[in-house]
């Protein structure tokens, strides 16, 4: 069982993994298209203030909602890791009581 909850830790680890980095590229991505009309802006002389601080803005929540999704990520493989735990101490705790028991 050891063996069996150590293997479905790892494919845990790697589903964080796979989630964390497609998270962060799918955030650079959105945050270079976002960025686009008020570069245009910037460039045309037009609404130059405000084009900076809207831009930075959603730069801004942008980056709140990936920062979101990467911290639940983490606290669900947390979670997880931590049933993975109680699953092994139980199976500790089922084999001394049957260890106890036989003696």
């Known amino acids: 069982m050891k063996k069996v909850v ?3 830790e790892l494919l845990k680890d790697m589903i964080q993994e796979a989630i964390e980095d497609g998270a ?3 955030e650079d ?3 270079h298209i976002a960025g ?3 570069d245009a802006l910037e460039k045309l002389g037009l609404f130059e203030e405000q084009a900076a601080s809207l831009k930075d803005k959603q730069r801004k929540t942008i980056g709140m909602v990936y920062d979101t999704i990467r911290r639940i990520n983490n606290d669900i493989g947390s979670l997880i890791s931590e049933q993975f735990a109680a699953l092994e101490d ?3 705790a089922s084999k001394n009581m049957d260890k106890n028991g036989e003696e």
């Open 6 to 8: 150590q293997r479905a």
């Open 36 to 38: 686009l009309p008020f």
């Open 90 to 92: 139980a199976e500790e």
């Open 29 to 31: 991505v959105h945050q």
């Open 24 to 26: 962060t590229t799918v």
